[in-house]
Nanobody, 126 residues
Framework: QVQLVESGGGLVQAGGSLRLSCAASGRTFSTYTMAWFRQGPGKEREFVAGFSWSGGNTDYATSVKGRFTISRDDAKSTMYLQMNNLKPEDTALYYC???????????????????WGQGTQVTVSS
């Protein structure tokens, strides 16, 4: 089992940047496929970006491609989300999630992720 703790959220003006972090407990972080999801006000939780533990494959939602970058540091058991050129529509609670160990495919389906953090709030003002 792994525990996930997000940090780095905050209030930023449109066009600004933030970097989110997701710190994981456990000694097998390197075998977890990880992802970021977000849930805006009155919206369903949606996939943002994911990083496979195998081969370093990444995937992004169309809405964030070219603006967000996902990365991970297995030595620190930490995943990051660098968010640039933020827009008001990026305002949401951002969650870190992990699939069961060994699953290498990045999935946009939140049902495939069994471990979740509590979320960190990102608010982008216009």
């Amino acid at each position: 089992q792994v525990q996930l703790v997000e940090s780095g959220g905050g209030l930023v003006q449109a066009g600004g940047s933030l970097r989110l972090s997701c710190a994981a407990s456990g000694r097998t972080f390197s075998t977890y496929t990880m992802a970021w999801f977000r849930q805006g006000p009155g919206k369903e939780r949606e996939f943002v970006a994911g990083f496979s533990w195998s081969g370093g494959n990444t995937d992004y939602a169309t809405s964030v491609k070219g603006r967000f970058t996902i990365s991970r540091d297995d030595a620190k058991s930490t995943m990051y989300l660098q968010m640039n050129n933020l827009k008001p529509e990026d305002t949401a609670l951002y969650y870190c999630a992990a699939r069961r160990p060994g699953y290498s495919r990045v999935s946009a389906d939140l049902r495939h992720y069994v471990y979740w953090g509590q979320g960190t709030q990102v608010t982008v003002s216009s």
